[in-house]
């Protein structure tokens, strides 16, 4: 299995993942923009985040700034797009 398969794996095994993900298929946004967007709580938005980030399908843009941190899909991300949704 390549890695592809395993990281849309990763992200349709969760409701919260796949939401996220989804949530940034258009451009980097802020985990309230998301929380806003879906009516998740900020708690499973990080924790998303989070998860994604380690596995290199998302990260954050501007890393250096501790409000208004953007979030988007990696390179890695914007391949598997197509196969979530």
Request: proline share 4%; charged share 30%.
């Amino acid at each position: 299995m390549t890695s592809k398969y395993k990281d849309v794996g990763y992200i349709k095994i969760s409701k919260h993942r796949k939401t996220v993900f989804l949530a940034l298929k258009d451009g980097p946004k802020m985990p309230s923009e998301i929380v806003q967007e879906t009516t998740m709580r900020m708690d499973d938005v990080s924790r998303a985040l989070r998860a994604m980030d380690n596995k290199g399908i998302v990260s954050c843009v501007n890393p250096e700034m501790k409000k208004g941190r953007l979030y988007a899909l990696t390179s890695n991300g914007k391949k598997i797009i197509n196969d979530i949704k």
